[in-house]
């Protein structure tokens, strides 16, 4: 009990914008003054927290103001796309201290585990965190995956990668304890750790990358389903006389919408040179962007595939809303920065005439408030979040 009421309270001033003092924490968290300071004192000792000066405006003594402290714990965070693989490292309030990226090697998967590593090893060794205040490694890989495993199970786009352990492998390669979560549903625990006001409440967060998938977070939750695959919105029928899928269906999310699908549109309308359906993760995003910067010089057959594709994923987007009823839509992920102009023109308005709740709220549709690496930044907070959040687990009795 005292460990999950130490979560309780460390949330608690986590989630203030300014800290808290013992008296504000004893209102919030409903625990008594003589709980709060020893816990609070706990705290302290462990460098989790600092005494960050005194406020007080009325008659009393002045009261001395908790925040976390940035030093006081660090995380480690990769994002596995197939196209790019991003690296952070994660101060305790959520501000990345360094991060890399490289394109993602399409070689066997044991040398991409390595090279994963070695990576990690740079990025901590050039940060110059002390080690042995970082508290594990997240990594966030492509859907569907298998938890108990920790592996990816026929990621669509990674070839040679199905049942790879990629926790086992990492934790073997780095001495760092592993977790291992899809990439949607990472990119939603970043939104609600360091997103701001876009990471609050009831959303979904669509993640744009060489997939499309949805983060689910309701009342402020993150939504994994019962096996952790939540958001998988690939088969949802967008274009029921579009291209057929690997499903039997046609006009699917996957078939329709994804940049592979874009990039080979482009081609056959002669925006783009021909170049096949066999490129690879890091090409399609290297072709996807050709094809954003000719929209950006006014091609019309270029205007029009990014138009296409905005008005295909709203479609999905509304039935992903109208089942969760959400408040807001949270577009990011390593693809987005490119179509962001295209979509924020047209998503909005679409969502809008589809609401099933149209007459009673309104939906937000916003870019990311963590940026281009939400993936690897989620990573990362998915380490903080199993050390620091309050979970129902503390308070069982081992054994």
Not at 97 to 118: F, K, N
Request: with cysteine; net charge negative.
């Amino acid at each position: 009990m005292g460990d999950f009421n130490l979560t309780v309270i460390l949330e608690a001033i986590r989630r203030s914008s300014g800290g808290l003092s013992r008296v504000e924490l004893a209102q919030f968290v409903g625990l008594s003054p003589q709980t709060i300071s020893n816990i609070s004192r706990r705290l302290l000792d462990q460098q989790l927290i600092v005494e960050a000066g005194k406020e007080g405006t009325g008659p009393g003594k002045p009261r001395t103001i908790l925040r976390l402290n940035p030093s006081g714990m660090y995380a480690v965070g990769v994002h596995l796309d197939p196209a790019v693989m991003t690296f952070v490292i994660l101060d305790l309030v959520g501000d990345v201290v360094l991060h890399s990226r490289m394109a993602t090697p399409s070689g066997d998967p044991a040398d991409v585990i390595t090279s994963i590593a070695d990576q990690i090893q740079v990025l901590i060794a050039d940060s110059g965190v002390d080690a042995s205040k970082i508290a594990g490694l997240g990594v966030a890989v492509p859907g569907p995956i298998d938890l108990d495993e920790g592996s990816v199970v026929e990621p669509p786009l990674l070839t040679r990668w199905n049942r790879v352990r990629i926790r086992e492998a990492l934790t073997e390669a780095t001495g760092l304890e592993t977790l291992v979560d899809k990439d949607v549903t990472s990119a939603a625990v970043a939104e609600t750790w360091v997103g701001g006001a876009s990471g609050a409440g009831s959303f979904v967060f669509m993640y744009m990358g060489t997939g499309i998938g949805c983060g689910i977070v309701l009342n402020d939750e993150v939504v994994r389903g019962t096996s952790g695959n939540a958001g998988e919105i690939g088969h949802i029928i967008v274009d029921p006389d579009g291209p057929p899928c690997d499903c039997g269906l046609r006009g699917c999310v996957k078939s329709s919408c994804i940049p592979q699908v874009l990039v080979a549109e482009a081609e056959a309308a002669g925006v783009l040179d021909g170049h096949g359906n066999d490129a690879d993760g890091p090409e399609v995003q290297e072709r996807y962007a050709m094809l954003c910067d000719k929209a950006d010089a006014g091609d019309p057959k270029a205007i029009a595939i990014l138009d296409k594709s905005a008005t295909l994923v709203a479609r999905a987007v509304s039935v992903v809303t109208n089942t969760l009823d959400v408040e807001r839509v949270v577009f990011g992920g390593p693809f987005w920065g490119r179509m962001s102009r295209y979509f924020l023109d047209r998503v909005p308005a679409q969502i809008a005439a589809n609401s099933a709740a149209g007459m009673i709220h309104g939906i937000d549709v916003v870019g990311s408030g963590v940026g281009e690496d939400v993936g690897a930044i989620g990573a990362a907070c998915l380490v903080l979040e199993h050390t620091l959040a309050p979970r129902a687990q503390r308070l069982l009795l081992e054994g």
